[in-house]
Every structure is written in structure tokens, then in C-alpha cells.
């Protein structure tokens, strides 16, 4: 769902009653301790008050307000996982050319790894959109807001995959039998490649994830923008009705008294 707007106007008082503070005479020879505490007490508060109306608190506004829809959206996507996780497994076997695909012994190999992969991704790419949509909308006002859509759209998928391409390596090597569970892989994967080792194909992924979530998070947004003009206007309509009946009501009480 899409964050509000932080007020403008609780961003703007912050610094400034901060560092308007009044001056508190201090004793002789702890004058200068006395005015560098308050320096940095008010340099904090810019701190926080720029925190605070900046992108980043867009980006926990997002997840504290819609905290029911993501933890719901979190067991849904377990569970869907959890049961589609052996015929993904069978995908991977048949992908890979290995003999017997279908054999049931290791089906939910890596299962583990795919659940912590899967679930804080969703959360990420959805949470870091509306920060960069945010953020975009009010750096260029003047920019046709669809193309700012599909820019936050790709920005929140780079920083979603950054979590979620380690965990898919760990769950298809370990779903092709290579390691008997994520942990064996993790290790096994250090030790071979280091720390690249676990972004390999991360530019594949993105070239498979990005247009989907293109389209995806801007036609959602272009949808409800029509929604909500269609539906002001038919309040309008209506409200003007009620008034018209409304005058019409009181002229006929004027006519008959």
C-alpha cells in the first residue's frame, strides 16, 4: 500500500525549536562544556528531524502501517512455498539432466533457506518502493508520475534481490543434491567462491524480476489512480444531488408556507 506523506510542517519545526532553545547562564569555567552540550544536543535533533522526514522514514512508515497486510502476506507466502516446494525441486532435478527426477527422497532439501529468502524479500522490495516512490515524487514534481513509478518499481527490486539471490543459490544447489542441507551449502559455497559465490546469476535475476515488477507495481498504481478520480467524481455527483434536493426541499417549504 502507498505511504502518506510526512507532514511537512512537524519536519520543519523540529530544527528549528531545537535550535532556538533558550540560553541557560552557566557558572564560571563550565560555560564552555554547557554551550558545547547544547551544540550537539541540537545538531542531534536535526539529525533525528531530518531522519524523520526523509526517505528511510517513508521506508518504516510503509512497514509499521501495513504490518497486518506483510505479516499476512508472509504466512500466505510460506505456506504456498512449503507445498510447491517438491515440484520446484523436481524442476530443478529435470533442469539439471539428473537421472530419476522424481525420486521422493530430498524433495524439501533447502526448504529452510527458501522460507528465510523468500518472506524478508516481499518486505524489502516492498517497503524500499514506496521509499524511492516517496523520495522520487517529491525530488521531481514535474516528472510524469508513471515513469517515476516504474524507476522506484526497478530501484525496489535491485534492493530486495541484494537479500534474495543468496538464499536462491543455497536452495538449487542444495536441491540438486549437491549439499545435504543449506547449512552444508552456505559452507561449501564459502569455501569454493567466498563471497561472490553467492550472488552467482544475480544480473539473470534481475532480467527476469525487474519487468515483472515493472508492470506489476505500476499498473497497480495507475489502476487505483483511476479508481480514486472515478470514484471523487461520483461523490461530487452525488453530494451535489443531495444538494440540489436539498434547495429544492427548502423551496417547496417556502412555497407552501
Not at 502507498?2 to 531545537?18: F, T
Not at 522490495?125 to 525530488?139: A, H, I, P, Q, V
Amino acid at each position: 500500500p502507498p505511504a502518506r506523506r510526512p507532514a511537512a510542517a512537524s519536519a520543519a519545526a523540529a530544527p528549528s525549536s531545537s535550535v532556538a532553545a533558550p540560553a541557560i547562564s552557566a557558572p564560571r569555567g563550565g560555560g564552555g562544556k554547557a554551550s558545547s552540550a547544547s551544540s550537539s544536543d541540537a545538531a542531534g535533533a536535526v539529525a533525528v528531524a531530518v531522519v524523520k522526514s526523509g526517505p528511510l522514514d517513508a521506508f518504516f512508515r510503509t512497514i509499521r502501517d501495513a504490518r497486518r497486510h506483510l505479516a499476512a502476506a508472509g504466512v500466505a507466502r510460506s505456506v504456498s512455498i512449503f507445498a510447491m516446494y517438491p515440484v520446484d525441486t523436481i524442476k530443478t532435478r529435470m533442469q539439471m539432466e539428473q537421472p530419476n527426477p522424481l525420486r521422493m527422497t530430498g524433495l524439501y532439501n533447502g526448504v529452510g533457506g527458501s522460507l528465510l529468502g523468500q518472506v524478508p524479500y516481499g518486505v524489502l522490495t516492498f517497503g524500499s518502493y514506496e521509499m524511492y516512490k516517496s523520495y522520487l515524487l517529491k525530488r521531481f514534481p514535474d516528472v510524469r508520475p508513471v515513469f517515476l513509478y516504474a524507476l522506484s518499481a526497478v530501484l525496489g527490486d535491485v534492493t530486495g534481490s541484494g537479500w534474495l539471490c543468496p538464499s536462491e543459490v543455497v536452495k538449487q544447489q542444495t536441491q540438486a543434491g549437491m549439499y545435504e542441507s543449506a547449512g552444508a551449502a552456505v559452507k561449501g559455497i564459502w569455501a569454493k567462491r567466498g563471497f561472490r559465490g553467492f550472488y552467482q546469476g544475480y544480473l539473470g535475476g534481475l532480467s527476469r524480476d525487474i519487468p515483472f515488477r515493472v508492470a506489476q507495481l505500476t499498473s497497480y498504481e495507475v489502476t487505483k489512480s483511476l479508481y480514486l478520480k472515478v470514484k471523487g467524481r461520483r461523490m461530487k455527483k452525488a453530494a451535489q444531488e443531495s444538494s440540489d434536493d436539498a434547495l429544492a426541499a427548502a423551496a417547496d417549504a417556502v412555497e407552501l408556507s
